[in-house]
């Protein structure tokens, strides 16, 4: 029966240290994949949980950036004789300048890591992949609206460009591309967001809550796992219906 099993799978999860990207790779063992979690620092974060080396958990050091180190743990992969089933790339840092001050450099820098960081782990891991295999990208309600952090709301744009592209690109070897967009979501990222935004964002959430690390991975387990076999090119919202009223809750709440 197809299920959310993973037995005999190997997914890679890129910022798997803390936040979310933990919570996805502890999901992703209890589903029976062999996870290979990354992150920037030299040892398995705390975040992580238990490591069992040469486990079904095993921690790897990885800057998404870093085109060569992407070839390292590819060659590492290969080396294993493992194929990879699964690509996460959750990894992704925020940028809070506003529109008339953000700079270049802001905007550089949130695309290195949020789009082309993504990039670099599809072309050095699609090569390892064959059908069957399910990447999934973390992109953001703020690339669904006019969130206003202008260089990391234009990243996050830029990364559904390039899983749409990757979706075409890759559907005729089997590999399917999809993107999550996580709304507030209780992680590090977030635990320094002032008040104001908090409640701001709270008025423009249906569900009048925010979202936990779990509730994303429950859905990236989804698209990894066959149970969303002809599901491609498409992006899906955990945000507690904030990006679906389209602005249109205020209107709503002010006629109660
Ligand atoms: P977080 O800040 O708690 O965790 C991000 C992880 O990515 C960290 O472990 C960090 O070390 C790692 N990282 C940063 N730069 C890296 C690099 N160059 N190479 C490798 N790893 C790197 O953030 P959180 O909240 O777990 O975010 C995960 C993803 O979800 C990000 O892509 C973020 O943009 C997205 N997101 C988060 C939301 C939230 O409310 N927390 C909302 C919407 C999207």
């Not at 506003?98 to 700079?103: F, I, N």
């Amino acid at each position: 029966m197809v299920g959310l099993d993973l037995a005999g799978r190997t997914v890679v999860v890129t910022g798997a240290g803390q936040g979310q990207g933990a919570a996805e790779a502890r999901l992703l063992v209890d589903a029976g994949a062999r996870v290979i979690a990354t992150d920037l620092g030299p040892e398995p974060p705390p975040g992580l949980g238990a490591v069992f080396s040469g486990g079904p958990l095993t921690y790897r050091q990885l800057d998404v950036t870093d085109g060569p180190g992407w070839a390292k743990l590819a060659e590492w992969i290969r080396s294993q004789g493992w194929q990879v089933d699964g690509l996460v790339n959750n990894a992704g840092i925020t940028q809070r300048s506003r529109l008339l001050d953000a700079s270049v450099a802001d905007l550089q820098r949130v695309y290195e890591v949020n789009v082309a960081g993504s990039l670099l782990g599809i072309q050095a891991l699609a090569p390892l992949m064959r059908s069957g295999a399910s990447i999934v990208n973390v992109g953001s309600v703020a690339g669904l609206t006019a969130h206003y952090p202008v260089a990391y709301t234009a990243s996050k744009w830029a990364l559904r460009g390039l899983s749409q592209v990757a979706a075409m690109e890759l559907g005729p070897r089997g590999i399917r591309v999809n993107t999550v967009h996580p709304g507030f979501i209780e992680t590090p990222m977030t635990q320094g967001a002032k008040p104001e935004f908090r409640q701001a964002t709270l008025a423009e959430t249906p569900l009048g809550r925010t979202g936990s690390v779990e509730e994303v991975a429950g859905v990236v387990l989804f698209l990894l796992s066959p149970l969303s076999s002809f599901v491609t090119g498409a992006e899906i919202p955990v945000d507690g219906g904030q990006a679906g009223h389209g602005g249109a809750k205020s209107v709503s709440d002010a006629l109660r």
